[in-house]
Nanobody
Framework: QVQLVESGGGLVQAGGSLRLSCAASGRTFSNYGMGWFRQAPGKVRDFVAAIDWSGSMTYYRNSVKGRFTISRDNAENTVYLQMNSLKPEDTAVYYC?????????????????WGQGTQVTVSS
């Protein structure tokens, strides 16, 4: 079992930045691929970014490339999502997730464990 707790969400103006953190506990964090997803009201949960167990492979949805950066610190059991140049359309609840396969997966169904989410609101 892996427990995931997100933090760092909040209200920010367009063009601003936020850094989300996801702290993991339970099984060996470094074995897991990690992902960030988001879900806006009335919409499906969408892939945002993913990183493999080693941190050497990352993937991003097209709309966040060049603005968001996913990273991990296996010594601290934490994965991060640095979000810059935020836009109102980035507004959503952001979730982190863990994939026991250890790879940087992009599908919702690839992940085994989920956090409770953190709200990000970008005002125009």
């Amino acid at each position: 079992q892996v427990q995931l707790v997100e933090s760092g969400g909040g209200l920010v103006q367009a063009g601003g930045s936020l850094r989300l953190s996801c702290a993991a506990s339970g099984r060996t964090f470094s074995n897991y691929g990690m992902g960030w997803f988001r879900q806006a009201p009335g919409k499906v949960r969408d892939f945002v970014a993913a990183i493999d167990w080693s941190g050497s492979m990352t993937y991003y949805r097209n709309s966040v490339k060049g603005r968001f950066t996913i990273s991990r610190d296996n010594a601290e059991n934490t994965v991060y999502l640095q979000m810059n140049s935020l836009k109102p359309e980035d507004t959503a609840v952001y979730y982190c997730a863990a994939d026991s396969a250890g790879i940087a997966s992009i599908g919702v169904n690839d992940y085994d464990y989920w956090g409770q989410g953190t709200q990000v609101t970008v005002s125009s």
